[in-house]
Nanobody, 115 residues
Framework: QVQLVESGGGLVQPGGSLRLSCAAS????????MGWYLQAPGKQRELVAD???????NYADSVKGRFTISRDNARNTVYLQMDSLKPEDTAVYYC?????????WGQGTQVTVSS
């Protein structure tokens, strides 16, 4: 089972940028589909972006053109570059790893966009 640890969250002003990292251990993520999800207070967790083992990416409409997901299999790490941040991006961001029937989640990292 792969273990995931997110980092890079914090407080940023509207229009600013953050880069989230998801470091995996316990197994190589090379064959895993990796994703970033967010959960705002009182709301369900929802997909932000994911990336297949072959590098095909998929984004929620709300973040297209602003966020970029990438993976570095050599470092066993997935990234989420977030630009042009908006207050409505405020949430806890979670990393997820999927491989066949195996699913792992990280503990989450808080992103707050506020002036």
């Amino acid at each position: 089972q792969v273990q995931l640890v997110e980092s890079g969250g914090g407080l940023v002003q509207p229009g600013g940028s953050l880069r989230l990292s998801c470091a995996a251990s316990g197994s190589s993520i090379r064959l895993y589909r990796m994703g970033w999800y967010l959960q705002a207070p009182g709301k369900q967790r929802e997909l932000v972006a994911d990336i297949s083992s072959s590098g095909i990416t998929n984004y929620a409409d709300s973040v297209k053109g602003r966020f970029t997901i990438s993976r570095d299999n050599a470092r066993n790490t997935v990234y989420l570059q977030m630009d042009s941040l908006k207050p409505e991006d405020t949430a806890v961001y979670y990393c997820k790893a999927d491989f066949i029937s195996r699913t792992s989640w990280g503990q989450g990292t808080q992103v707050t966009v506020s002036s």
